[in-house]
């Protein structure tokens, strides 16, 4: 007779378990008791055995996937028997209940929002885009504030039901990104009330893009001025052994733009905003398994020379993994520069509790037109991501000009 | 499929019994591809089925719908321009059809064990310890089985006090009640549970006289108080007679009378009766089957204990139905029966709930429930909004002459969950299957308030009764 391997719940608190490595594979030989797979709980790894003798004819969860306990896992039978019943069955109820493991967690150090809620994997529940959920546990949801994507549904196919809303709640899920608790950096600010403009803006959009509400603005800038001025800073610093990169100038230059344009060195924090009143910039670095931002605090007041040794030591940091939280949390402005990976332009998505992010692409030699003639200029795109329920469209595309005015006059910033 | 042609010395799988529970929880083992035997120890000729099919809720069922035929014609049929003259009733007649009905369900509880390969076993099984069972078989023979899992599902029997045992002729249970051909002259039923209201309204329409003597204050005490009370209203116009708050005290045989002391508020009295029905609940059937010798342990009430899987104390065996606990109906027992299963086969399975299994009892008018009542909810701490909607006000009832009825939903006052509903009025028993989803779904009062019911429907109670949940119903 056919046996299944199944997720067992292996403790009292266990409800689902991840498959670690099938130490059998489809047609090998299984004898009662072999171990088969190892599976890993919330406590321990686990090597799950045979109950019944044969071949082990299908594997239904791979490896790395995480399937709620009682989910079977594959199916041990002789090696002429008819399992298609068992598949049939197991299928009814597996493809709604098994997904992977969200793959990486993002720099979940990004978020600073204490219980971590991997809002950028999709929500178990809302597979194939719709959002499985009892209608109680909508209502109480949507009465706590409490955003049903964050949440997965121990119900029947990963239905979203009432114990999972009270777990929640209980435990704290941050509600919609409108209400989200508010994280205190130590970072000064004032705080300015919201007009009820800016509330109804705040609630309209938060229906548009996930918890923050994007919208993008993309410049083209001329570079040839800070290329000349990195190359002449650089001859005078040639006996310092000192270094300035095109990104130091483009950190300085956001900075500076930024201290003209407070309403864009913003956080939006629930029922007010949060204008910062010194210039944090956090930059993105990749590092091997994600991404991590280390940040440059009063990036305005700093000299080039100093941001430049500054953001070199972070990244090196950054990339051998000696960052402490204090070094990328809370960025009031964040950078992420993919031109070396000669990307055009691309569009970020912003770090909290930042309300802007700017997408730095490639500086390339382009045909453009100066002064009525046809000239080739190195040109750079970049492309501002901005929260709007802080951050309008005119307020991001000011704050843009004056930062593309002072890299194309590098001598502005002197001003 | 197992093979049919006797029995094997071992099975995946050896159910203990053929009622609602063991039959099913069989009939779905074998869907899933086990080895399956149940072992039944009814004699009589197919045997299957146990109390429900055999003497419980199916035989009661044809009985209470011969009498209300009869009460439609002895009270209503005027009315609906139908006089019948010189009609006689005949209980013995309602016995042979309530019968036939039995044993067409009993043949076909055979009928799909032949289909799905269950082996049948007639005899009376016993565990000796470990996972065997030792078979006394039917004809004399006996036969040692080992079985990978065991589910016990033995059900349950009538019970009865000391001085008031049965006879089986004058001092009955349920199952001679059922075979009672001749009407008493006085028949007393001791207990106002679902199945003395039952016989009570048989025998009233078969021409008996009637007394219920209950010792608690209302009339199917496990029901909501309001609805209980529309019943009695209901019993005492048909001329059934009523004794609440009164125990028994002691009984003595005559040659042609029974004489039955009771206790109530005023005193003792001593009621005369022919039959005596004993409706005072029922002992699970845990003897004599080993349980000590196989490691599996009772609960303090004295059934067998289990998880929320059905898993006794006892590695490899499972106990369903009506011996693993309260409440005793079929329908929890059938649920138990898969839900074990669905666990040997490890598959993910839906543990039953409880506060979730509907409950049902069939006498005129007929009475529903699930969950909660309004008393309960709020012990329990909740917040509650009633919503009730009476049968009177629904055009459907009073098509039918049904007048007398109501549904009352018990909801959460923040979040409108259906904590409960009770029912009483023509059919109910059909119309608490709606709230039962509703509370499977997590469905609120909004959602029933919301959902097209047809008209004219007596469902349109329901969802009226939800509306006035809300504050809102439209027809009263």
């Given at each position: 007779m056919a046996?299944?391997?199944?997720?067992?719940?292996?403790?009292?608190?266990?409800?689902?378990?991840?498959?670690?490595?099938?130490?059998?594979?489809?047609?090998?030989?299984?004898?009662?008791?072999?171990?088969?797979?190892?599976?890993?709980?919330?406590?321990?790894?686990?090597?799950?055995?045979?109950?019944?003798?044969?071949?082990?004819?299908?594997?239904?969860?791979?490896?790395?996937?995480?399937?709620?306990?009682?989910?079977?896992?594959?199916?041990?039978?002789?090696?002429?028997?008819?399992?298609?019943?068992?598949?049939?069955?197991?299928?009814?109820?597996?493809?709604?209940?098994?997904?992977?493991?969200?793959?990486?967690?993002?720099?979940?150090?990004?978020?600073?929002?204490?219980?971590?809620?991997?809002?950028?994997?999709?929500?178990?529940?809302?597979?194939?885009?719709?959002?499985?959920?009892?209608?109680?546990?909508?209502?109480?949801?949507?009465?706590?504030?409490?955003?049903?994507?964050?949440?997965?549904?121990?119900?029947?196919?990963?239905?979203?039901?009432?114990?999972?809303?009270?777990?929640?709640?209980?435990?704290?899920?941050?509600?919609?990104?409108?209400?989200?608790?508010?994280?205190?950096?130590?970072?000064?600010?004032?705080?300015?009330?919201?007009?009820?403009?800016?509330?109804?803006?705040?609630?309209?959009?938060?229906?548009?893009?996930?918890?923050?509400?994007?919208?993008?603005?993309?410049?083209?800038?001329?570079?040839?001025?800070?290329?000349?001025?990195?190359?002449?800073?650089?001859?005078?610093?040639?006996?310092?052994?000192?270094?300035?990169?095109?990104?130091?100038?483009?950190?300085?230059?956001?900075?500076?733009?930024?201290?003209?344009?407070?309403?864009?060195?913003?956080?939006?924090?629930?029922?007010?905003?949060?204008?910062?009143?010194?210039?944090?910039?956090?930059?993105?670095?990749?590092?091997?398994?994600?991404?991590?931002?280390?940040?440059?605090?009063?990036?305005?007041?700093?000299?080039?020379?100093?941001?430049?040794?500054?953001?070199?030591?972070?990244?090196?940091?950054?990339?051998?993994?000696?960052?402490?939280?204090?070094?990328?949390?809370?960025?009031?402005?964040?950078?992420?520069?993919?031109?070396?990976?000669?990307?055009?332009?691309?569009?970020?998505?912003?770090?909290?509790?930042?309300?802007?992010?700017?997408?730095?692409?490639?500086?390339?030699?382009?045909?453009?037109?100066?002064?009525?003639?046809?000239?080739?200029?190195?040109?750079?795109?970049?492309?501002?991501?901005?929260?709007?329920?802080?951050?309008?469209?005119?307020?991001?595309?000011?704050?843009?000009?004056?930062?593309?005015?002072?890299?194309?006059?590098?001598?502005?910033?002197?001003? | 499929?197992a093979?049919?042609?006797?029995?094997?010395?071992?099975y995946d799988l050896?159910?203990?019994?053929?009622?609602?529970?063991?039959?099913?929880?069989a009939?779905r083992a074998a869907q899933l591809g086990m080895d399956v035997a149940?072992?039944?120890?009814?004699?009589?000729?197919?045997?299957?089925?146990?109390?429900?099919?055999?003497?419980?809720?199916?035989?009661?069922?044809?009985?209470?719908?011969?009498?209300?035929?009869?009460?439609?014609?002895?009270?209503?049929?005027?009315?609906?321009?139908?006089?019948?003259?010189?009609?006689?009733?005949?209980?013995?007649?309602?016995?042979?059809?309530?019968?036939?009905?039995?044993?067409?369900?009993?043949?076909?509880?055979?009928?799909?064990?032949?289909?799905?390969g269950v082996?049948?076993?007639?005899?009376?099984?016993?565990?000796?310890?470990?996972?065997?069972?030792?078979?006394?078989?039917?004809?004399?023979?006996?036969?040692?089985?080992?079985a990978s899992n065991?589910?016990?599902?033995?059900?349950?029997?009538?019970?009865?006090?000391?001085?008031?045992?049965?006879?089986?002729?004058?001092?009955?249970?349920?199952?001679?009640?059922?075979?009672?051909?001749?009407?008493?002259?006085?028949?007393?039923?001791?207990?106002?549970?679902?199945?003395?209201?039952?016989?009570?309204?048989?025998?009233?329409?078969?021409?008996?006289?009637?007394?219920?003597?209950?010792?608690?204050?209302?009339?199917?005490?496990?029901?909501?108080?309001?609805?209980?009370?529309?019943?009695?209203?209901?019993?005492?116009?048909?001329?059934?007679?009523?004794?609440?708050?009164?125990?028994?005290?002691?009984?003595?045989?005559?040659?042609?009378?029974?004489?039955?002391?009771?206790?109530?508020?005023?005193?003792?009295?001593?009621?005369?009766?022919?039959?005596?029905?004993?409706?005072?609940?029922?002992?699970?059937?845990?003897?004599?089957?080993?349980?000590?010798?196989?490691?599996?342990?009772?609960?303090?009430?004295?059934?067998?204990?289990?998880?929320?899987?059905?898993?006794?104390?006892?590695?490899?065996?499972?106990?369903?139905?009506?011996?693993?606990?309260?409440?005793?109906?079929?329908?929890?027992?059938?649920?138990?029966?898969?839900?074990?299963v669905?666990?040997i086969a490890?598959?993910?399975?839906?543990?039953?709930?409880?506060?979730?299994?509907?409950?049902?009892?069939?006498?005129?008018?007929?009475?529903?429930?699930?969950?909660?009542?309004?008393?309960?909810?709020?012990?329990?701490?909740?917040?509650?909004?009633?919503?009730?909607?009476?049968?009177?006000?629904?055009?459907?009832?009073?098509?039918?002459?049904?007048?007398?009825?109501?549904?009352?939903?018990?909801?959460?006052?923040?979040?409108?969950?259906?904590?409960?509903?009770?029912?009483?009025?023509?059919?109910?028993?059909?119309?608490?299957?709606?709230?039962?989803?509703?509370?499977?779904?997590?469905?609120?009062?909004?959602?029933?308030?919301?959902?097209?019911?047809?008209?004219?429907?007596?469902?349109?109670?329901?969802?009226?009764?939800?509306?006035?949940?809300?504050?809102?119903?439209?027809?009263?």
């Amino acid at each position: 007779m056919a046996s299944r391997i199944v997720m067992s719940k292996l403790s009292p608190t266990m409800e689902e378990g991840r498959v670690l490595k099938w130490v059998k594979q489809e047609g090998d030989p299984v004898e009662s008791g072999d171990v088969v797979v190892e599976v890993e709980t919330d406590k321990a790894t686990m090597e799950v055995e045979a109950m019944g003798s044969g071949v082990l004819r299908k594997i239904l969860v791979q490896e790395d996937a995480t399937v709620p306990t009682g989910t079977t896992l594959g199916v041990v039978a002789a090696e002429d028997e008819d399992i298609s019943a068992i598949l049939e069955e197991s299928r009814a109820v597996a493809p709604a209940t098994v997904q992977a493991t969200a793959s990486v967690q993002g720099p979940a150090t990004m978020e600073p929002s204490a219980p971590v809620v991997p809002s950028a994997a999709p929500s178990p529940a809302g597979d194939g885009g719709r959002l499985k959920a009892s209608p109680l546990a909508k209502r109480m949801a949507d009465e706590r504030g409490i955003r049903l994507e964050a949440l997965r549904g121990t119900g029947p196919g990963g239905r979203i039901i009432k114990r999972d809303i009270e777990a929640a709640a209980s435990a704290g899920v941050p509600a919609a990104a409108a209400t989200a608790p508010v994280i205190d950096y130590d970072i000064p600010y004032e705080r300015v009330e919201l007009s009820q403009l800016r509330k109804a803006i705040a609630r309209n959009l938060i229906q548009s893009l996930g918890p923050i509400p994007h919208f993008f603005l993309t410049r083209e800038i001329d570079m040839g001025e800070v290329l000349k001025l990195r190359g002449e800073l650089n001859e005078s610093l040639a006996e310092s052994g000192a270094k300035i990169g095109v990104n130091d100038i483009i950190v300085k230059t956001a900075a500076q733009a930024l201290s003209e344009h407070p309403d864009v060195n913003v956080s939006f924090a629930g029922d007010h905003i949060r204008r910062f009143t010194r210039v944090d910039v956090g930059i993105a670095v990749a590092v091997r398994d994600g991404l991590i931002t280390p940040v440059l605090r009063d990036a305005a007041s700093k000299g080039l020379r100093q941001i430049s040794a500054e953001s070199r030591e972070l990244i090196a940091r950054a990339r051998n993994r000696k960052l402490a939280p204090e070094d990328y949390q809370g960025a009031t402005f964040t950078i992420s520069n993919l031109g070396m990976y000669g990307i055009d332009e691309f569009t970020a998505v912003i770090n909290p509790p930042a309300a802007t992010i700017l997408a730095v692409g490639a500086t390339q030699e382009k045909p453009v037109v100066v002064d009525g003639a046809v000239a080739i200029r190195p040109r750079m795109r970049v492309t501002l991501s901005c929260d709007h329920r802080a951050v309008d469209g005119a307020m991001g595309a000011e704050f843009l000009a004056t930062f593309a005015e002072m890299l194309e006059n590098p001598l502005r910033m002197v001003l | 499929m197992a093979k049919r042609e006797g029995i094997k010395d071992s099975y995946d799988l050896v159910v203990i019994g053929a009622g609602p529970g063991g039959y099913v929880a069989a009939i779905r083992a074998a869907q899933l591809g086990m080895d399956v035997a149940c072992v039944e120890s009814e004699s009589r000729e197919g045997g299957l089925g146990g109390v429900c099919l055999n003497w419980g809720c199916i035989p009661t069922k044809a009985m209470l719908e011969s009498a209300n035929l009869a009460r439609h014609i002895k009270d209503g049929a005027a009315d609906h321009g139908i006089r019948v003259k010189g009609y006689e009733l005949d209980i013995g007649a309602a016995v042979t059809r309530s019968r036939q009905i039995s044993d067409r369900l009993t043949k076909g509880v055979k009928f799909l064990f032949d289909k799905n390969g269950v082996m049948p076993i007639f005899g009376r099984a016993k565990l000796p310890g470990g996972k065997k069972l030792e078979v006394q078989l039917k004809g004399g023979a006996s036969s040692t089985i080992s079985a990978s899992n065991i589910i016990i599902a033995t059900g349950s029997r009538p019970k009865t006090f000391p001085g008031f045992e049965f006879d089986g002729e004058r001092v009955v249970s349920s199952r001679e009640a059922l075979e009672i051909r001749k009407p008493p002259g006085h028949i007393v039923i001791v207990g106002a549970g679902s199945i003395g209201m039952e016989f009570a309204d048989i025998f009233n329409a078969f021409g008996a006289n009637v007394t219920i003597v209950e010792i608690l204050p209302q009339l199917l005490p496990l029901e909501d108080a309001e609805i209980a009370g529309v019943v009695e209203r209901s019993f005492k116009k048909r001329g059934i007679k009523v004794k609440k708050k009164t125990g028994i005290k002691s009984l003595e045989k005559l040659d042609t009378k029974l004489l039955v002391t009771v206790e109530g508020a005023s005193g003792e009295e001593v009621i005369e009766c022919d039959t005596l029905l004993m409706a005072v609940g029922r002992t699970p059937n845990v003897e004599d089957l080993g349980l000590e010798a196989a490691g599996v342990k009772l609960d303090d009430d004295g059934w067998i204990a289990i998880d929320e899987l059905g898993r006794t104390s006892a590695e490899g065996i499972y106990a369903i139905g009506d011996v693993a606990g309260m409440p005793m109906l079929a329908h929890k027992a059938s649920h138990e029966g898969i839900v074990a299963v669905e666990q040997i086969a490890g598959l993910p399975t839906h543990p039953l709930a409880r506060e979730d299994v509907p409950s049902c009892t069939y006498c005129h008018p007929e009475v529903a429930s699930i969950g909660r009542t309004e008393g309960q909810a709020k012990e329990d701490g909740h917040q509650v909004k009633v919503g009730k909607f009476p049968f009177s006000a629904n055009g459907r009832a009073l098509a039918a002459g049904a007048p007398d009825g109501m549904v009352k939903i018990v909801a959460d006052a923040q979040y409108g969950e259906v904590l409960g509903v009770q029912m009483v009025g023509h059919n109910v028993t059909e119309l608490i299957a709606e709230t039962g989803l509703g509370r499977a779904l997590e469905t609120t009062v909004h959602e029933i308030a919301a959902t097209v019911h047809a008209h004219p429907t007596l469902s349109e109670t329901v969802m009226e009764a939800a509306l006035a949940a809300l504050g809102r119903p439209i027809h009263i």
